[in-house]
């Protein structure tokens, strides 16, 4: 034997002579005071009832008094785990079906909960993260309030110049950075920001320094480019090397120096982003050369955040940009474009930045909301589940109640017994739960459209979420023991233990649980509804006409952008690589488009016909722009409704092609082909106003490109060529017999004729058609399997009610049967009884699917939150498993022998 | 504080201190005779009682307690204690007295 159990075994032996010396003692005193009595003229047993009258409960007497060798509650909570352990295992199926429940339950909520964490709720890891605002342009336009826009380096020195509210501000852009190195060259996420930016947010270097104020001047600092890198990318690049800070690195075709670490989990301020590389604002220019924005008054591509000075509040703030922001523009934008409306009516907003910023943030905060209430609500099903499996148990136990009852134990000790039970279950639960969100967790991230901003996402369960976890188990230990305990502890005794056979509080049991199963079936309906309707969503959307077709089409981003070839060379090389991949294996059609259908992404011009003598307004004459190559059309399968394609010659400028909304809206009345098309440009820069006109050639089919949802946009196409926007960068269409089939057109191709150029990764067109509705996926998916796990629970449920009911009305369906009942009447009477439970449930549920549907109406397509078919699918869903889940009980019901019921009782 | 007086007069066990409680509070204190035995069990506790098993004067086995040293010092605190707040209730009543 070990000291230790020694120890152990010394402390329980002395323990153990305690609590016999105290009963003994007890048993003594009794005597005494019944032999007292006696001595007084009393009878033994008169005495003996006497004295036990003036001692009181002994039970509690001997428990309290050992109590006070206790550490107390404990060990009465240790011993009721014990007995909760031992009785758990006595009956393993409600042990099993209970934690599977509470695990998938409380799995769910896990699950959605850490995504909610990790996106939305946690702080950047930065000292006083609730000082931190980003300050962002909301622009009010025709189309509708823009927020949360990105300013200028313009607009930022303007605000730091003016603001007394403010102890610090800096840009912030994002920007992939090419790291060559003698291995080759890789494409590294990183950003470009203000030289002060660390010290704002109050950074400490892991090695080395950060970035400063000297590293961001024009021609670099005392370093020449001074970067900074992430942890990340030290341990993993460099294995945590401290001689790599000094190093001069080929980033984006220049040399910077590295000159120190940020520090241990610092991702940025872009929380979906992880950036390796860290360079000042000024590097801008040196990469981008003559597209550089740094000195373009009129982009809007730098993310602004500040401290606020101690005291200052973020309304504070938020009132002094309003008084700035006039201020600003009239500083930094040229004097045509300041007074335009757009600009007048816009403004700065001041946002909580404490939590950084994502684009995902604005897009995933209301579904993910929906998603936790409907978790919440699925976990309430299964608490009102278990609270009705517990009653039932509870009414088998009540016998073992009753003796405890008997022999002295306090209400509230029989309602610890159940609460530790209950407890013990859902901490089972909640670490099943654990593993069960881990998993999923993945998988979820799946339909996040961001694909890098899934992978840096991180939602492995840190303490926080495994505190919401323990918590949500401790709550529903609560909420589903709760009845029971409370029913439990207040058996009357007497009869109880008189009667040995039949249930006394079934009765009250049952009503209780005809409650709890109206509630669950009514949840259940509402679970169902906002799947249905969030399904129907999903599918409207794919039904939807697109006026392109999404299989074997593979989108491939050329990244041309440090090849030797620029202007019209590059345009021919565009042009070779598509003759290429065109007589390559599989490959029926190819070409290449500056923006490509449902990719979030475009531009838009302002055009009018050329004969008209309306001035061109913005907005109002605002058209989608696509630059395109000769064949996109039918590489996509947009069908030219007149006119002809482009021919991918230099004879291609000065033509267009109008789809027919834009057509229809151009030209009303009248054949568009032929006529002349004026587009209008307005430098935002310069303030300078120029037009260009071009021919329209022909007229496609109308093609969505911005979301689904919306009907596809008037859209110009012009030919691609010198002229082209980001030529360096457009996008490869090819369609194949298979995508494999593609993709090694488009990777043969790329080495024969641009070998130099990065190579990136192509994702097929369907993909690209599956991240546009994410959301509503996501969505569907998730409420799907929500309302799958409602039904199941509710069957459950409804079993399990039946199946008591059937135990407790046994005799009585005997001598109905004796009575010469039929089968078919037995069977309609218990199948009476779940039609009306399913009735008021069903009814109950109705109210609540349509407040639940109508409250879900921004995430519907082309479903009416009304929709009867929806609700009457539903309700037949519920009912046909509802039924389903009482056959059983029925058909014991049925085949009960009537002389063995009645020979029972 | 109760207990610990009447074992200050003399050790008793379980019963008989039940009994002098009783006696001495003139049978005002009806509590339940069970009630004695946690109390005990704290006193124990804090060692400011011991307990030795024995035959009584009725030659039953009984577990007779004796207050400690550590019970005596205890117990003087308490009167003190409760004497003051005697004391003080008895001034302010007196001030009353003399107010009105």
Known sequence: MSWFTRLFSGIFWRRRNLYSDLAEEMRE??????????????????????ARRAFGNATLVEERSREVWQWPRLESIWADAKFAVRQLAKSPAFAATSVLTLALGIGANTGIFTLTHALLLKSLPIPEPDRLVRIALDIDSPNGVVSDQPLNAFLLQ????????????????????????????????????????????????????????ADDQRGGGPDGWAAVISHRFWQQHYHSDPSVIGKHVTLTDHSVTIVGVAPKGFEGVFVTMHPDFYLPLEYEPVMRGAKSMLRQPGGLWIMVWARLMPGVSQKMAAAEMRTIYPIAVSETLPPSVRHLAVIERSGFAVRPGGKGWSLLRPQYARPLLLLQILVGVVLLVCCVNLAGLCLARASTREHEFAIRGALGAARTRIMQQLLVESLLLALCGGVLAILFAWATDRYLLQFLADREAAASLSVRPDPFTLLITGGCAVLCALLFGLAPGWLASHISIEPVLRRSGNSITAGKNAVAQRIFLPMQVALTLALVVVAAMLT????????????????????????????????????????????RMKQLPGVDNASVAVSTPLHGMGQTGVFTSASSSKPAIDFTNRYWVNDVGAGYFATLGTSMLAGRDFADEDSDAGTCILNRSAANRIFPGSTAIGQSLRQTNRNMNVGKITTQDCQVIGIVEDAKYTSLREPAPPTVYLPFGVNTNSLAS?????????????????????????????ETDPISFAVQFDDSIARERLLSVLSGFFAALALLLSGIGIYGLMASYVTQRTTEIGVRMALGATRGKIFALVMRQVA?????????????????????KAFLFDVSPGNPAIFARAVLILTFSGFVAAMLPARRAVSIDPMQALRSE | MMILESLRRQPAHGYALVQHIQQRSNNLLQVEEGSLYPALQRLLKAKMVKAEWGVSSTNRRVRTYQITAAGMKHLEREISSFERMFEGIALVLDTSKAIS
């Open chain 1, 158 to 213: 303007s605000i730091q110049r003016h603001s007394k509210t403010l102890s610090g501000l800096f840009g912030w852009a994002p920007y992939d950075f090419v790291l060559k190195e003698d291995t080759g060259s890789r494409i590294y996420s990183g950003a470009v920001v203000s030289g002060n930016a660390f010290q704002v947010l109050g950074l400490t270097t892991a090695a080395g320094r950060l970035l400063a104020p």
């Open chain 1, 730 to 758: 457009m996008y490869f269409v090819i369609h194949a017999a298979a995508l494999v089939e593609a993709q090694n057109a488009w990777q043969k191709a790329l080495h024969e004729l641009a070998p130099g150029s990065p």
């Open chain 1, 536 to 579: 129907a969503t999903v599918s409207h959307l794919r039904a939807t006409h697109l006026g392109f077709r999404i299989d074997n089409t593979l989108l491939a981003p050329a990244d041309f952008e440090r090849l030797p070839q620029k202007g019209l060379d590059l345009v021919h090389l565009y042009r070779r690589i598509i003759l």
């Open chain 1, 29 to 50: 005193h009794l005597e005494e005071k019944t032999e007292q009595l006696m001595r007084e003229g009393m009878s033994r047993e008169e005495a003996e009832h006497t």
């Open chain 1, 836 to 856: 009306a439970l399913l009735l008021l449930g069903t009814v109950t549920g109705g109210c609540l699917a349509v407040f639940a549907a109508h409250s879900i």
